[in-house]
């Protein structure tokens, strides 16, 4: 698997197309060129169906491009097999989920061991650098014994940052994060999370539909913008 090259830009898109298998061939991305530097903080922005969560499932490889050329880290993902994507994923690249994706059966600490692992982090890297995200979160150590239905909203959140960040990842992706929080712990969540990425030295790529969220972000950037079709189907 071809690691990452340290001069190339975070994310470099040229001529990227992509349609759903069986969608009558519906585009919903055709992006001519967009790119992010390392290290940027970027707010995408647009309307729900617009087709961020495509390009987001595109950017961490979980969807592949069969037209035109994404690079991520300088690694064409569009070249890489599904199983190269995930281990990439893995290593490079943290994602907060809209809906967290905590999986409920296993404790705090054994989500975020079990992202460790996929990532290629030792345990006790993992547990220090837990620790460290724990108190800069303002979430209790003894979280970490419980599961995740046991915790609120803004505690899962919050757990979610730390699993997505404990591989210390070159990027760092946030769908929608915010959506089941309220206005106070919102604010507060994008004020730890631009925080963090600016002292970990991450990319931080940041979708919602909340615009009001972007004037807190070096670089705003509209989808209708960079992206000549949409599907109003397509996140």
Known sequence: MQSPTPQSHAVSIDQLTFQYPGSGRTTVLDIPHWQIERGEQVFLKGPSGSGKTTLLNLLAGTLQARSGTLQVLGVNLAQRSARQRDHFRAAH???????FNL???????DNLLLAAKLGGTTTATALERSALL?????????????????LSAGQQQRAAIVRALVNAPEILIADEPTSALDSQLRDSFVQHLLALTREWQSTLIFVSHDDSLGRQFQRVTALAEINRHGDRHAD
């Open 93 to 99: 690249i943290g994602v907060v989920f809209q809906q």
């Open 103 to 109: 999986i409920p059966y296993l404790s705090v600490r």
């Open 134 to 150: 724990f108190d800069t979160l303002k979430l209790d150590e003894q979280l970490l014994s419980e599961h995740p239905t046991r």
